[in-house]
DNA sequence: CTAGGGTTAG
């Protein structure tokens, strides 16, 4: 055996290794916390799987025995009530769904009871450490076995190739010798799929030698191994002969051929040899079906994609998660873009990231981009950088001039925030509509300059585009923001007069602004008593507002009444008023104690104190997962980005402070907020502090805030936008 | 009683 420690390194294995999905998943889940592990009512799914799983051995099992005695504090163990067999099969469930605190508990109630001596239950210790992606504590029973077998250097190699550290799992096949061991079939083919993984042909040539030698190459999993090792090493000539000469073939020897053939493009090859699997009697599962699916698809042969998808459904198999992403990668390939979706559609609740992916990428090959990013729901979420990713591809597909994708995209640009790419976006429109000056003037009239906005609105008009109502929400809202006072107001009669545009709720409500914010207090009331509808609380809402900067409250408690009969649980109200009874010196109001008391009763609806949001939240980005509220808390955060839109994402998280008793009464929604920023900025979650926010519109407030802009000391308080 | 092999998108 002397021939394998002369195994040569040729590539320096020290690879940085970013993991594949799988390991990634691995070392996520290796992320499950040690909870609550003996408490089944407790729905923590993964351990309470274990113990669905156990068989049932009254008395006499671990499941029953830790139930019996709690997590172990008793210390009095007697060895005979502990099963190997049993415990065994815990570990390697452990391992298998990447339970490490479980697997951790049971390795301690393995070294109570003495039974860290038996050579079974170590190599299991090994193999669920090494699984879990704890290397460092596989390792640790490892050099604490009193009698190094090959099935626990085995559990290791995979364990460090299950990491990405080869050159460590090339050491340890080197050492097997000094440990009087010899390396078996399960070694090999270990060994093999590393070679693979690293395309290392020469060390795999050498290990072919040996298996030949150590006559493995009748084991299945050994020549599979060795067959996927040439396919992913570009050696298909190598992989096509041994196939040919192969002793032994199952399912997974085909699945390996027919897929190095169409890795590397050999489409008909590998149809030809699927078909040659069915005919020697072996039926294709969902991994040989996934790969006959897109060999196909890139056959282009329709026909035989019916066929293969009809045969995919008799055996139930065209909803799974693989096979269900190669038929819609295969309608997309085919062009068949409406079968793709409809495949999406029917996997329903099965759908993954994946399947998703697949879809859009169908749809933009097959010049759907509009639905493609309607498939990416890109719009909806403010996210600064698939926005980036999303217009990368678009600009690669060639969309970039589109009308409609170009809108799209400034609509996306402008919720994260960032008006220099939407109108980078816009300059590149070759013939932009309506909606595209549209979607750019509200990105500057939304992000900080309105003056831009309303030149880009006169411009529109020049180059003879009919504005609609979204214009002139955007422009009203910019002549607003900007102390443009007498233009709103003029923009706003031409809208009526001379576009023949009918303003709906959000004009008024912005005009009510415009009004409000230069001082015109009774004019805004005017306003309000002479719409021809019925004034909403969206319309005295900044009324109120305005009333606040101006220090009017005599017309904000009129306002305020207005909207509490309209929405009496509107805590802004309460708060904007007790502030103002506060600053007027009538601390010891009654109607101000009145209101604080109201106030109190809605914070307190919700259900949840501001400590306790902030807690959920902490456990959520921790990646408890598992945490019963994190689905709940996951849908605010949804909400919530949607109502601060892009501000999350181009704000400084240190740079945002708070105002405490606002803290108190928004508890919840800062709270949320406050976790969203954080973790933007790319910094754990802590408790608010330094969060300032408007007392009266709820919303952040910074000096470098892009999004959201102050005039005066006094922020863009209304419902329009 | 422990360990090994094959699949989807970007």
Not at 15 to 30: I, N
Not at 168 to 195: D, H, K, Q
Not at 262 to 272: L, N, P
Not at 380 to 386: A, D
């Amino acid at each position: 055996m002397a021939s394998i420690s002369k195994i040569c390194l040729y590539k320096p294995f020290s690879l940085s290794f970013s993991g594949s999905v799988k390991d990634q998943t691995l070392l996520q889940r290796c992320n499950f916390p040690a909870t609550c592990i003996l408490r089944e009512q407790v729905p923590l799914k993964n351990e309470c799987r274990v113990f669905a799983q156990m068989p049932e051995r009254t008395g006499t099992g671990v499941s029953a025995y830790l139930r019996e005695t709690g997590t172990g504090e008793n210390g009095d163990y007697a060895r005979n009530d502990l099963d190997i067999s049993h415990l065994i099969s815990v570990l390697k469930f452990c391992g298998g769904e990447g339970c490490l605190e479980f697997g951790r508990t049971y390795h301690g109630l393995i070294a109570k009871t003495g039974l860290d001596g038996d050579e079974f239950v170590n190599t299991s210790l090994i193999d669920m450490y090494a699984k879990c992606g704890d290397i460092d504590s596989a390792l640790m029973v490892f050099n604490q076995m009193p009698r190094l077998d090959v099935a626990s250097c085995n559990c290791l190699i995979s364990g460090y190739a299950n990491c990405g550290l080869f050159e460590e799992a090339f050491r340890v096949f080197m050492n097997y010798e000094s440990w009087g061991n010899r390396p078996n079939s399960y070694t090999y083919s270990s060994m093999l799929a590393i070679c693979g993984i690293l395309s290392a042909i020469e060390e795999g040539k050498q290990l072919h030698a040996q298996v030949v030698k150590m006559q493995y190459l009748s084991e299945t999993a050994v020549s599979n191994a060795l067959l996927t090792m040439y396919c992913k090493c570009e050696a298909m000539a190598d992989a096509e002969s041994l196939f040919e000469r192969l002793p032994q073939r199952n399912i997974v020897s085909w699945t390996a051929i027919i897929n190095g053939l169409y890795q590397h493009e050999g489409f008909e090859k590998a149809m030809r040899l699927f078909c040659l699997m069915r005919e020697s009697g072996i039926e294709p599962n969902e991994y040989t079906f996934t790969i006959a699916l897109a060999s196909c698809g890139n056959m282009k042969n329709i026909d035989y994609c019916r066929l293969l998808h009809a045969l995919v459904i008799k055996k139930g198999m065209a909803l799974g998660e693989f096979v269900g992403t190669a038929l819609i990668d295969m309608y997309s390939e085919l062009r068949e873009t409406d079968d793709a979706e409809k495949q999406f559609k029917e996997m329903g609740n099965l759908t993954s990231k994946v399947s998703r992916n697949a879809l859009i990428k169908g749809l933009v090959q097959n010049g759907k981009a509009n639905e493609a990013l309607d498939a990416f729901t890109c719009a909806s979420l403010p996210s600064f950088m698939s926005c980036q990713q999303i217009h990368a591809q678009v600009v690669k597909a060639n969309f970039d001039k589109n009308t409609q994708v170009g809108s799209s995209l400034i609509e996306a640009y402008t919720r994260c925030g960032s008006v220099e790419d939407a109108e980078k976006v816009f300059s590149r429109i070759s013939a932009p509509d309506v909606v595209s000056w549209n979607s750019v003037i509200k990105a500057y009239s939304q992000n900080g300059n309105p003056r831009r906005a309303i030149s880009l609105f006169r411009r529109m008009i020049m180059k003879g585009f009919r504005p609609t109502g979204s214009t002139f929400l955007a422009v009203l809202s910019a002549c607003s923001h900007s102390g443009k006072t007498q233009d709103g107001l003029e923009i706003f009669q031409s809208m009526i007069n001379e576009f023949g545009v009918s303003p709906e709720e959000a004009h008024y409500s912005c005009m009510v602004d415009l009004l409000g914010r230069s001082g015109q207090i009774e004019k805004a009331l005017d306003f309000i008593n002479n719409t021809p509808i019925k004034p909403t609380a969206s319309i005295w809402r900044p009324l109120l507002a305005a009333c606040r900067c101006h220090n009017n409250l005599r017309i904000a408690e009129f306002a305020a009444k207005h909207i509490l009969a309209i929405d009496p649980n509107d805590a802004t109200v309460y708060v904007t008023l007790s502030n103002m009874y506060t600053e007027a010196g009538l601390l010891e109001n009654a109607e101000n104690q009145r209101e604080l008391m109201k106030l109190k009763e809605i914070t307190k609806e919700p259900g949840c104190s501001w400590i306790e949001v902030n807690n959920k939240i902490h456990k959520f980005f921790s990646r408890d997962r598992t945490h019963p509220e994190s689905e709940k808390i996951y849908d605010k955060l949804k909400q919530i980005m949607m109502l601060i839109k892009g501000t999350a994402y181009s704000t400084n998280a240190d740079s945002l402070q708070v105002k405490e008793d606002f803290c108190l009464y928004h508890s919840e929604k800062l709270a949320v907020c406050f976790g969203l920023i954080s973790l933007a900025a790319g910094k754990p979650v802590r408790i608010f502090k330094n969060l300032r926010v408007c007392t009266d519109c709820h919303m952040f407030m910074n000096d470098n805030y892009r999004f959201h802009h102050f005039n005066e000391g006094g922020c863009s308080c209304g419902d329009y936008w």
